[in-house]
């Protein structure tokens, strides 16, 4: 509710600037243990609310963020131990509190996000760091406490309503800050990621380097946490840095809401202060009942309380945006062809599915390609757009081989992608999947939410001629199953491809719909200086549009010549027929 | 010498630890975090049994049983409903770790427990005198590891259970009812841990977070060895031989997270464990 | 549906989320009928056997098998004695041949008995069968698919494009198999093949863009019936 209300209206700097002055005078009213207590939590809570960035927003579910805190913390306790509380020193833990865990972030980034990883991998690294650090606190004998921590340091000249002004102003400014990234179009790529890597990946945008970019910053973020709690608190001990605090931050996410901010931050300020004043009575039931209702919201309610709450008073509506006609970058008209295959073969184990493809696409061509099952179609849409399928022979895109570059860097070749099942962003608004297509040509903006859009000629065509432009600020889920394709087909062209590769772009459609495609496909070629290819099984489609068809059977490319040629090929019949085997 | 028995005793008890595990990680295609939890439940078998003043041994099927019994109860009720959320199912058995935890905890309080030793004393082995037990442990490795063969590759439902590992959805177009094998399989995965538990007992102390230490170096041994075994029992050897030099020869508390970073970097540089998860 | 229907399919529609790909399917198979289904690519095929099977959701429309009205998940089909063989991954490549064949009954019981049944019509099973199924050829690997469906003495055989990729010679090996040595057996086969499909099925189906846009028994005009519908 409070976030529709935010998003609603503009009050948000009002909001947050009175949190701030909340904040401020909160002290004058709370006795000493509650003060001290909640300085903690709101700690807490603007840590939570880096967890629900990584988690709820870009889909990292990690447990590493509360040892990035407590690196933070130690370097900050050490500092202060050598050095006193002299400006120089309390400077420079602030600097070691934050680039020393930001360098772990790195590293830790670097080693869970690889082109092979999967999300259960990069979970269990944001396990196994926790671990490895809690344990090198242990070796590090009186240097680092070991298992009693390190205490008595002398920490910034503030009182204890100090500390919590501190606390409160460092939860506000991180869960503004997030709350404006989130909100602007840059902050759509968290989503984007997390609903669909390879749609990304075809988009010429690298989903590895935002991973690995985040967990870094929000280390960063924890440290400087940890900087401030090691100065509250007077106090840092390997529990704070250990996988058990890791864990229940992704509880009080999870409890709060997923993708929510305000979920989190409500979830770790309460339930840290209950605990912290229930503890003397019933330790274990509390936490037997907070691990149950864990679980129950797992299961039931995945969206958490914030979940509720959205059912309860309606999600908030997405803001209009107009879109505009861009400028096409100057065509840099390729001499040779857009394509070019040679020698393509590509097995698995014994079993070879392409064998010897020789193919040469220019400019201005629309090429169907067709055949029967198994013939290869999919596989060869696949080594022309990503480099790393273990290929033999040599592919080229406007010149240049695309042998072990991953999708992303032959996206930004000039090719395309379009899947047999739309890929786009489940997610995210019509208008916002539109726009992060773009973001490769239009870097999105990482502090508002743009109330335009500037689209190129032929990707406007196609969302007008389907009525997608009615529907910008439509969830992408919500649309039809044709709508979806349309939508996917929007944003390859966003691309502004010079190569354009199309999985059976009528599977599903209806008989109007695969007309407007193919006018727009036949514009495409004949004006921009495209080249189109595509997979299709709807032999009048192919018929209407295409400027050349090639026929692969099992895995060899059996006929490559104009409509004619191939509707009136013998050789073609008895392959349908089923009497060409080799 | 020494060294020898050390590290294959260490590999043995790995082995015996993870099994559970991997049992369940290759048919359910999920790591059950709460698998620390199961590991403790058995080794408070092993303790109620003593309070009971019966044989120590009887702890072993009455630790099975338990085991199997709360595995069916938790696959039914919470993993099942999560099929298509694999995280989150492996988060909502962290949650019911801390509940099973807690239960303990009520039940029996904070403190450190003691189980009646099982095999007490050494024996000479070679040219040293070893514990007993974990000489025992080594056997009883190879034991469960050969019972678990057997049933895998001899019995029906060690091939449904293939069948599963391999292509689920083959599986289930021939007929094969999967819900049917994931129960049992978790089941019997869960009973292992609690029998691993008990194994335990005579080596580590008994309090309700004992599980937790095992749980991470498990499920790193599992994901490195994938749905196979006979890759257990090898990751088992290899890693429980670095855990021993490092301890041996480095520093103890770095020998403890041996593991857990060797198999992050292998499993960064060969995914394939992960390429089904 | 009438008495001796083994499977009879009224106005049946499917496919995959929003999207039709079988829209009102009718058809019926009496019991040892043989009927193939004959189309392009794309065409609903595999989806409409999939629906049979219990694999897609019946998105309207009836199915009746063996006398139940459906849907019958895949279980419930093996103990009517429906025996399927998919098109995408058919067999499990790292298990033996042997227990390949295994998976096909549900009992192990029955093992012997149905083996001696199979391997009367390939020979060649019987030296393999601890051989693991993906070191066999890809024709070797076809007989054995077909195998399997039979281990369960079938009364309703559902194949989805077993000609795939085989060499003549052993497609009439299997053509004449599912023709003479299906045991009374009813046959409803997917097929691209045509000559394939019409030298085993009597009669035959054409499905275009999920609809059947033709049909009719095994008579002389037929197969240029079909290949018109099936050519570019």
Request: proline share 4%; net charge positive.
């Amino acid at each position: 509710m409070l976030e529709n209300a935010l998003k609603a209206s503009r009050l948000a700097p009002a909001l947050f600037a009175g949190a701030a002055l909340l904040v401020w005078f909160a002290p004058l009213f709370l006795d000493p243990f509650a003060a001290n207590v909640l300085t903690r939590s709101l700690i807490y809570a603007a840590l939570a609310a880096t967890v629900d960035l990584l988690w709820g927003y870009t889909g990292i579910l990690t447990f590493a963020q509360g040892a990035f805190f407590g690196v933070g913390a130690y370097a900050t306790a050490l500092t202060m131990t050598s050095f006193g509380a002299t400006p120089a020193a309390i400077l420079g833990a602030l600097a070691l509190g934050v680039l020393v865990p930001a360098a772990l972030g790195a590293l830790v980034g670097w080693i869970s996000f690889h082109q092979n990883s999967t999300p259960l991998y990069a979970s269990v690294i944001s396990l196994v760091f926790p671990i490895v650090v809690t344990q090198l606190v242990y070796s590090g004998g009186a240097w680092t406490g070991s298992s009693s921590g390190l205490v008595g340091y002398d920490v910034l000249p503030l009182e204890l309503e100090g500390f919590f002004r501190l606390a409160g102003l460092l939860l506000v400014a991180v869960v503004a800050a997030a709350w404006i990234f989130v909100r602007s179009d840059a902050g759509k790529l968290l989503v984007a990621v997390r609903d669909n890597e390879t749609r990304c990946a075809y988009l010429d945008i690298d989903p590895k380097r935002i991973q690995i970019l985040l967990t870094t910053a929000l280390a960063a973020v924890a440290g400087l946490a940890g900087f401030v709690f090691a100065h509250a608190s007077g106090v840092v001990a390997p529990e704070n840095v250990g996988f058990v605090f890791g864990t229940e931050l992704v509880i009080w996410v999870a409890l709060g809401g997923r993708a929510s901010l305000f979920g989190p931050v409500f979830a770790a300020i309460g339930i840290d202060y209950l605990s912290a004043n229930l503890s003397g009575d019933l330790p274990f039931l509390w936490q037997l009942v907070l691990g149950g209702v864990f679980v129950v919201t797992i299961i039931l309610l995945p969206d958490g309380a914030a979940g509720l709450a959205r059912r309860a008073f309606g999600a908030a509506r997405p803001r209009r945006v107009r879109l505009q006609t861009a400028e096409t970058r100057a065509q840099t008209l390729a001499s040779g062809p857009l394509l070019e295959v040679s020698g393509l073969a590509r097995g698995f184990g014994s079993l070879a599915v392409l064998r010897d493809i020789d193919l040469r696409v220019s400019a201005g061509e629309l090429l169907s390609i067709v055949g029967p099952n198994g013939a290869g179609k999919t596989t060869f849409m696949r080594c022309v757009s990503d480099g790393l399928e273990p290929f033999r022979g040599v592919i080229k895109i406007a010149g240049v081989s695309i042998a072990g570059k991953p999708p992303d860097r032959v996206a930004a070749l000039g090719v395309g992608r379009k899947f047999q099942v739309a890929s786009i962003f489940e997610g995210l608004t019509v208008v916002d999947c539109l726009r992060l297509a773009r973001a490769s040509r239009e870097a999105p903006s990482a502090l508002r939410a743009s109330p335009s859009l500037s689209l190129p000629l032929a990707c406007v065509e196609v969302l007008e001629l389907t009525g997608l432009s009615g529907l910008l600020t439509s969830p992408a889920r919500l649309l039809s199953h044709g709508m979806k394709q349309a939508l996917e087909l929007a944003m390859v062209l966003a691309l502004e491809p010079s190569l354009i590769l199309l999985d059976e772009p009528t599977a599903g459609l209806t008989k109007s719909e695969r007309t407007l495609i193919g006018d727009v496909l036949k514009q495409l070629t004949a004006q921009a200086g495209c080249a189109v290819i595509l997979v299709e099984h709807d032999f009048d489609f192919v018929r209407e549009i295409s400027s050349r068809i090639v026929v692969l059977h099992q895995g060899r490319l059996v006929l490559d010549g104009t409509v004619e040629d191939v509707t009136n090929s013998e050789t073609v019949r008895a392959i349908y027929a089923g009497a060409g085997h080799g | 010498m020494l060294l020898l028995l050390d590290i294959l005793s260490t590999a043995a008890i790995l082995f015996i630890v993870a099994l559970g595990l991997l049992a369940i990680f290759g048919v359910l295609k999920i790591i059950n975090f709460a698998h620390g939890a199961w590991l403790t439940v058995g080794a408070y078998c092993a303790v109620l049994t003593a309070r009971l003043g019966l044989n120590p041994w009887a702890a072993a099927p009455i630790a099975f049983v338990v085991g199997l019994a709360l595995g069916g109860l938790a696959e039914l009720i919470i993993i099942r409903p999560l099929y298509r959320r694999p995280l989150d199912a492996i988060l909502a058995t962290w949650g019911l770790g801390i509940v099973i935890g807690q239960l303990i905890t009520l039940a029996f309080g904070r403190d450190v427990q003691f189980a009646p030793s099982l095999l007490p004393g050494t024996m000479r082995v070679g040219s040293v005198d070893y514990s007993r037990y974990r000489l025992f442990a080594l056997a009883a490795a190879v034991v469960v590891g050969a019972i678990y063969a057997i049933a895998f590759e001899g019995t029906r439902l060690g091939l449904l259970a293939r069948a599963v590992i391999m292509n689920e959805t083959l599986a289930r177009a021939l007929g094969v009812s999967t819900e049917r094998v994931r129960l049992a399989t978790f089941m019997i995965g869960t009973g292992l841990a609690a029998v691993a538990g008990f194994a335990l007992t005579p080596l580590t102390s008994i309090d309700p977070s004992m599980g937790v230490a095992w749980l991470i170096g498990a499920f790193m041994l599992v994901m490195v060895a994938d749905a196979s075994y006979l890759a257990l029992a090898g990751a088992s050897l290899a890693f429980g031989a670095v855990q021993v030099l490092v301890s041996t020869f480095v520093s103890p508390v770095l020998g403890g997270v041996s593991v857990a970073v060797l198999a992050a970097l292998v499993l960064r540089l060969r995914p394939r464990g992960f390429a089904r998860a | 549906m009438a008495e001796d229907e083994i499977l009879a399919l009224r106005d049946v529609s499917s496919g995959y989320g929003a999207v039709a790909v079988v829209r009102s399917v009718s058809l019926a198979l009496r019991s040892g009928e043989a009927l193939a289904v004959l189309g392009k690519n794309g065409m609903g095929k595999t989806t409409l056997l999939k629906t049979i099977v219990g694999l897609l959701p019946l998105q309207g429309g009836a199915i009746h098998i063996a006398g139940t009205k459906g849907p019958l998940s895949p279980a419930e089909l093996v103990a009517k004695g429906v025996s399927y063989a998919p098109q995408e991954q058919p067999l499990f490549q790292d298990l033996s041949v042997r227990d390949n064949l295994r998976l096909a009954l549900r009992r192990d019981a029955e093992f012997g008995r149905a083996l001696e049944h199979v391997v009367g019509n390939f020979p060649f099973l019987a030296e393999r069968l601890k051989q693991r199924a993906g070191t066999l050829s890809g024709g070797e690997q076809k007989m054995l698919i077909l195998a399997r469906a039979l281990m369960l003495k079938p009364r309703l055989l559902l194949i989805d494009e077993i000609s795939e990729g085989l060499q003549p010679s052993v497609l009439d090996r299997i053509a004449g198999v599912l023709r003479q040595e299906r045991s009374g057996a009813a046959l409803l086969l997917v097929e691209q093949n045509l000559d394939f499909a019409l030298s085993v099925a009597e009669r035959w189906a054409v499905l275009e863009r999920g609809e059947i846009r033709d049909q009719g028994p095994r008579d002389a005009g037929a197969r240029s019936r079909i290949i018109g519908r099936l050519s570019l």
